[in-house]
Every structure is written in C-alpha cells, then in structure tokens.
C-alpha cells in the first residue's frame, strides 16, 4: 500500500486472525516495485475506486462523483493491475478487488488486463461480485488471477 497506517491496520487484523506469514511492502516509489519483480506468490489489489458498492453506509457519495473522477480512477486501476501484477513469479495469484459495482471497474478492468501485454501471460481464475441487493451487505467485486508457470 501507499499509506502506512493502512499496512499497520493490516498487521494488527491478520494477527488478529491468525495470519502470521504476511509480508507487507510500503510502495513509495516505482522502484519498489521493480525491486519486488518475480518475488510475490500472492498480491493483493485493494484498488482505489468509487466506492458506489458502500452507499448504504454512505450515501452522500453518490452526489460527491464527478464524471472526472470515474475517468482517473479507472485509469490508476489499470495502472495498478499493469505494474502490480509485475510482482508475482510465475504460478503466483493476484486478486484484485473494489467496493465498487459498476463493471467498468470490475470486470471491464480485468479484462482490459488480460488482453494487455502484461496480462497475456495472466488467466482468471475466478471472479465473484458481492451485490447489496441480493445479499445485504456492501457491494465488492473480486478476480483472482494467476501467472501462467
């Protein structure tokens, strides 16, 4: 992640939980992520989006979204899945996730990856989508992707 407390915050749950084998990374620069190429069995895509799935416990957010910000958005999400996924070794899995419901950051996104030349060496494994309307909770989106061997 980019922000520290959020990787402390992580720290704390995973222990919380019983997960003792994480390894968290602070991603500062670019260079990071080069450093970390080829070395990741698992990454984890908690991707920036609009937050359109979380609107029952926030419902302002609807009137706060700019057609602006969807655009940038969508653009850091490709952004992330192209040098993000640069990390795992091959046979590694990605997930990469929203709490948004609109395709356009989900599985629009994840296929865009898969036909992009980083994605060409990607498969997806599965994907599921978490809809307020059906099950009651906030709306995620998840992919799990995997680096052919």
Same mark, same amino acid.
């Given at each position: 992640?980019?922000?520290?407390?959020?990787?402390?915050?992580?720290?704390?749950?995973?222990?919380?939980?019983?997960?003792?084998?994480?390894?968290?990374?602070?991603?500062?620069?670019?260079?990071?992520?080069?450093?970390?190429?080829?070395?990741?069995?698992?990454?984890?895509?908690?991707?920036?989006?609009?937050?359109?799935?979380?609107?029952?416990?926030?419902?302002?957010?609807?009137?706060?979204?700019?057609?602006?910000?969807?655009?940038?958005?969508? $653009?850091?999400?490709? *952004?992330?899945?192209?040098?993000? &996924? #640069?990390?795992?070794?091959? !046979?590694?899995? /990605?997930?990469?996730?929203?709490?948004?419901?609109?395709?356009?950051?989900?599985?629009?996104?994840?296929?865009?990856?898969?036909?992009?030349?980083?994605?060409?060496?990607? $498969?997806?494994?599965? *994907?599921?989508?978490?809809?307020? &309307? #059906?099950?009651?909770?906030? !709306?995620?989106? /998840?992919?799990?992707?995997?680096?052919?061997?």
């Amino acid at each position: 992640d980019i922000y520290p407390a959020k990787l402390k915050e992580l720290k704390k749950r995973a222990k919380r939980d019983g997960a003792f084998n994480i390894e968290t990374r602070l991603i500062s620069s670019s260079k990071v992520i080069k450093r970390l190429s080829n070395t990741a069995d698992r990454v984890l895509i908690d991707a920036p989006c609009t937050g359109l799935g979380v609107l029952r416990r926030n419902p302002d957010a609807k009137w706060k979204l700019q057609p602006d910000f969807v655009a940038e958005v969508c $653009q850091t999400q490709q *952004e992330l899945l192209t040098s993000y &996924s #640069r990390m795992l070794k091959p !046979g590694g899995q /990605m997930v990469y996730a929203t709490c948004s419901i609109l395709p356009l950051e989900n599985e629009q996104q994840v296929s865009a990856f898969l036909k992009s030349e980083p994605g060409k060496d990607f $498969q997806l494994l599965e *994907e599921r989508h978490v809809l307020p &309307s #059906r099950e009651g909770f906030d !709306g995620f989106y /998840m992919a799990r992707l995997k680096r052919r061997d």
